[in-house]
């Protein structure tokens, strides 16, 4: 299972960027998919979560009101657009996906990762 993210980049605070992971399925078809990011000299933390079954996105409390997950389960995307983007969003954004049972706001329980995206906020 691969994980291909691509988006990140360069933007001014408020400003907006949609970042996109597509994930090439081989011995699943459905699973939990996820953003996280890692700031420098930080730990890496859950920015968004899209349950496989339908349930309510779930956001952490520093992006909530201004991020947005979505996918497209046809074309295996998951999406995370980012709006009145801060100069704390400043970090490497990671995409991943699991496909335990386990508790979805856990990192350690996704088995899956991509290679991450910079994004980087100028303030």
């Known amino acids: 299972v691969q994980l291909q993210a691509s988006g990140g980049g360069l933007v001014q605070a408020g400003g907006s960027l949609r970042l996109s992971c597509v994930v090439s399925q081989r011995t699943f078809s459905a699973y939990d998919a996820g953003w996280f990011r890692q700031a420098p000299g930080k730990e890496r933390e859950l920015v968004a979560i899209m349950p496989w079954r339908g349930d309510r996105p779930v956001y952490s409390g520093s992006v909530r009101g201004r991020f947005t997950i979505s996918r497209q389960k046809a074309e295996n995307t998951v999406y995370l657009q980012m709006n009145s983007l801060k100069a704390d969003d400043t970090a490497v954004y990671y995409c991943?996906?699991?496909?335990?049972?386990?508790?979805?706001?856990?990192?350690?329980?996704?088995?899956?990762w991509g290679q991450g995206t910079q994004v980087t906020v100028s303030s």
């Open positions: 991943a996906a699991k496909t335990n049972s386990g508790q979805l706001d856990r990192i350690a329980n996704y088995d899956y």
